[in-house]
T-cell receptor, first 114, second 115 residues
Framework: KAGVTQTPRYLIKTRGQQVTLSCSPI?????VSWYQQTPGQGLQFLFE???????NKGNFPGRFSGRQFSNSRSEMNVSTLELGDSALYLC?????????????FGPGTRLTVT | AQSVAQPEDQVNVAEGNPLTVKCTYS??????LFWYVQYPNRGLQFLLK??????LVKGSYGFEAEFNKSQTSFHLKKPSALVSDSALYFC?????????????FGKGTKLSVIP
C-alpha cells in the first residue's frame, strides 16, 4: 500500500505571495490532518478534514485554509505569506476502526519564505 | 485539554547500551498513545502505538514502550541502542472517543547514540 504523498517537497516564496500544498492520503483513509513544524513551536495542529468536511481547526490565522476533495486528497493554502510561515508542513492520513486507530505522516513540504 | 511532556530535550547513550526516552501525558479520558521518529529533513515515521490491551507495546526496529496508567507515562525503550537510532523522537496522544483525529505532540527528544 502506498504511503502518504505530499507535493511539492520544497518551496521558496516571497513575502506577500500565496502558496498551495497538496496531500494524497493512504488509500482507504478518509481523514487528513495538517501540522506545521518549526524549531521554536514544535508540531502544531492546523486543521483536519474528514469526508470533505473540516472537522477541527487549530489556532492559526485565517490566512491558513484547506479543503478536501471527494477522493480524500487535500490541499492547504496560505495567503499573504509572512517570514514566520517558513516551516515544514506535514500531512497525516488517518483511519479509525473498531480494532485500531492509525495515523501516518507524509514526508512534508519544506516552505521557505524570503 | 490534552497535553504531552517530554522532559528531556536531549538523551545521549552509548552504542549497545539500553535507551529510554520519557513521555508523560494528560487527557480527560482514555488515551491513545504514539511514538514517532523523525530523521533530518524527513517526515514523521510511526514507531508504535498503545490503543488498548497489553501495557507493553512492541514496535518497529526493536523499540518498545510501556503504558503506565497510574503514572500517566508512556516511555520509549530499546535494549541495545544503535548509532542509526540517532534522531528526533516525538510522543503524541489522542483522547479515545474524541470526535477529532488530532494528535497532541510533545516537544520532541533528540537521541544521540555515541559509537
Amino acid at each position: 500500500k502506498a504511503g502518504v504523498t505530499q507535493t511539492p517537497r520544497y518551496l521558496i516564496k516571497t513575502r506577500g505571495q500565496q502558496v498551495t500544498l497538496s496531500c494524497s492520503p493512504i488509500s482507504g483513509h478518509r481523514s487528513v490532518s495538517w501540522y506545521q513544524q518549526t524549531p521554536g513551536q514544535g508540531l502544531q495542529f492546523l486543521f483536519e478534514y474528514f469526508s470533505e468536511t473540516q472537522r477541527n481547526k487549530g489556532n492559526f490565522p485565517g490566512r491558513f485554509s484547506g479543503r478536501q476533495f471527494s477522493n480524500s486528497r487535500s490541499e492547504m493554502n496560505v495567503s499573504t505569506l509572512e517570514l514566520g510561515d517558513s516551516a515544514l508542513y506535514l500531512c497525516a492520513s488517518s483511519v479509525l476502526t473498531s480494532e485500531t486507530y492509525e495515523q501516518y505522516f507524509g514526508p512534508g513540504t519544506r516552505l521557505t519564505v524570503t | 485539554a490534552q497535553s504531552v511532556a517530554q522532559p528531556e530535550d536531549q538523551v545521549n547513550v552509548a552504542e549497545g547500551n539500553p535507551l529510554t526516552v520519557k513521555c508523560t501525558y494528560s487527557v480527560s479520558g482514555n488515551p491513545y498513545l504514539f511514538w514517532y521518529v523523525q530523521y533530518p529533513n524527513r517526515g514523521l515515521q510511526f514507531l508504535l502505538k498503545y490503543i488498548t490491551g497489553d501495557n507493553l507495546v512492541k514496535g518497529s526496529y526493536g523499540f518498545e514502550a510501556e503504558f503506565n496508567k497510574s503514572q500517566t507515562s508512556f516511555h520509549l525503550k530499546k535494549p541495545s541502542a544503535l548509532v542509526s537510532d540517532s534522531a528526533l523522537y516525538f510522543c503524541a496522544v489522542r483522547e479515545s472517543g474524541a470526535g477529532s483525529y488530532q494528535l497532541t505532540f510533545g516537544k520532541g527528544t533528540k537521541l544521540s547514540v555515541i559509537p
